[in-house]
């Protein structure tokens, strides 16, 4: 009889590209060793109760519940090492990567949100938008890899997931499959947590493949009415942790549609929101656009019950004319701050 492992034949002469296949695998193949003892065999908190250390993390809602914002404001006091929302935070730095809005939005909802902590430099936190990432294509996960090892980054945001892709992957089971397996390797490799962003569909439900909840750590539903500065995010009981629920509660300093300062307060996720819809239709024209960015005009028109449509629709011809607002694209047409 043959010893475990032994060969019959000597195996052919691999190619360039499994010689290096083969000594990464040569440079993490150790010799087996036993450790001490753990108290607690799970990875650390990286937000207590909410995110930990080395996991991949789902946070979901529908367009409009201020998701940007309020990851902003979690990636400013996870880089700070600040208490988010009363949840204790591990600090590390964090990636937040943008596949949405773009540079300017990002730089301008961030200075809001610095200057509501009252910041006055930023550090252990970077930005870069519109990467243009082709996963699961080969080599994408080693440059996500070495950005991560640059940076040390401890946690990576990626808003929206479908930005992973250049043709969007939330449709297609396989692509789905092997994307969160490139991400998984790399949470393997580095203890890094991701949290992805990911979009309701127009009905409320799940968007693309069902089963992506089922491949992460833990899911994060977010809640808010547009005209509410309330959101409620309830998270999933996933991996032995139970159901839980919370609220923060936007607060813009001055409050009219052009604050200098922005910062979300924890909230009881029972207290009835407070009505702070303004008075006319312009205010809240301009109101739903700085705090929502580019809207078309039917989201304009259900985002409030105090104000007919026509009411709306008088007000963006108004401030169009006093070029506050701007037109941009097409099928739909929608409208921004002409300061943006």
Known sequence: AQPVG??????????????????????????AALGPPRPDPAAPWLIAG??????????????????TYLMLHLALHVALGRPWLNHPVRPTPVIYLDEDMGPAHIAHRLTLLARGLQ???????????????????????????????????????????NGLA????EHDLHRILHTIDALRHITYETGVAFLLIHNLNKHGAFRGVSHLKTLADSLIHIHSAPTSPIARLE???????????????????????????????PVSPHSPPPDELPPSATDFVLAHLALHGPTDRATL????????????????????????????????????????
């Open 6 to 31: 032994a060969q019959h034949a000597a195996p052919s002469p691999p190619t360039p590209e499994h010689s290096a296949r083969l000594a990464r695998l040569r440079a993490r193949l150790d010799p």
């Open 50 to 67: 909410l995110l930990r250390a080395g996991g991949i993390h789902l946070l979901v809602g529908d367009s409009g519940v201020k998701k």
């Open 119 to 161: 910041l006055d430099a930023i550090s252990n936190l970077y930005t870069a938008s519109f990467n243009h990432w082709r996963f699961p294509a080969p080599g994408e996960r080693d440059l996500l890899h070495c950005l991560i090892l640059e940076r040390r980054a401890g946690l990576v945001i990626i808003d929206p997931l």
């Open 166 to 169: 250049p043709h969007g992957l």
């Open 235 to 265: 998270t999933a009981a996933m991996r032995g942790q139970p159901a839980r629920t919370f609220a923060a509660q936007l607060v813009a300093q001055p409050p009219t549609a052009f604050p200098e300062t922005i910062q979300f307060l």
């Open 301 to 340: 028109h259900a985002a409030t019950h105090r104000h007919t449509p026509a009411a709306i629709d008088k007000s963006l011809t108004r401030l169009r004319h006093r070029r506050l607002i701007q037109r941009i694209g097409r099928n739909p047409t929608r409208y921004r701050l002409a300061h943006e």
